[in-house]
Every structure is written in structure tokens, then in C-alpha cells.
């Protein structure tokens, strides 16, 4: 049984950080991407970042770029999300999830239960 596991999320003020973190349990995931999503209230659910099964290669929603960063040190490892600079619009709930392959807009078949971070202005 696989299972992912998200932690850190809460509700800070607009400018703060968070770090979201993504563990995995039951198997490592080699060769496959990671990513992180959101879903906020009444919004479809958007990808956000990838990785892939080292940290060589990073991908990111155009909104979050340069105050994201997603890392990893290898499959066997956990997965982070470092939000800097967070915004109102950044407020959702996050979700860790684990690529079909190792192509990051293919499909994801396993998910996590979801953090909700809240940003307030």
C-alpha cells in the first residue's frame, strides 16, 4: 500500500513563508515525477510544481515561479514545496502526488490527503 503523507501547512499573513513537506510510505517511487497541486475554494485543481526522481529537473506553474521551489534529494526521500513571498491567491488546499511516468503533464495515480494553506491579506 502506498501512501502519501503532506504536513506544514496553516494560516500565515501575505508576504510569510511556508514549507509544505511530502512523505512517502510503502514503496519508493524511482524514476517517476513528483508534483504539487492546489485546489482553491470553487477553483479547479492546478498543477503547481514537479520534480523528478533526483532533483535534476524542476517544473512550476508561470504564477509561482521565482517564489516556489520545490526539492527532493533522491526517490527516497522527502518531498518539499518552500513558499516564499506568499500571496492571497496562493490559498488553497495543497496536494502531494506522484506522476504516472516521468512526464509531468501526464497523469497522477496516487495523492495525498491534501494541506490547506491560508494566506491573509
Known amino acids: 500500500q502506498v501512501q502519501l503523507v503532506e504536513s506544514g501547512g496553516g494560516l500565515v499573513q501575505a508576504g510569510d513563508s511556508l514549507r509544505l513537506s511530502c512523505v512517502a510510505s510503502g514503496r519508493t517511487f524511482n524514476s517517476y515525477i513528483m508534483g504539487w497541486f492546489r485546489q482553491a475554494p470553487g477553483k479547479e485543481r492546478e498543477f503547481v510544481a514537479g520534480i523528478n526522481w533526483n532533483g535534476g529537473r524542476t517544473y512550476y506553474l508561470d504564477s509561482v515561479k521565482g517564489r516556489f521551489t520545490i526539492s527532493r534529494d533522491s526517490a527516497k526521500t522527502p518531498v518539499y514545496l518552500q513558499m516564499n513571498s506568499l500571496k492571497s491567491e496562493d490559498t488553497a488546499v495543497y496536494y502531494c502526488?506522484?506522476?504516472?511516468?516521468?512526464?509531468?503533464?501526464?497523469?497522477?495515480?496516487?495523492w495525498g490527503q491534501g494541506t490547506q494553506v491560508t494566506v491573509s491579506s
Open positions: 502526488a506522484k506522476a504516472r511516468n516521468s512526464d509531468y503533464r501526464g497523469g497522477y495515480d496516487y
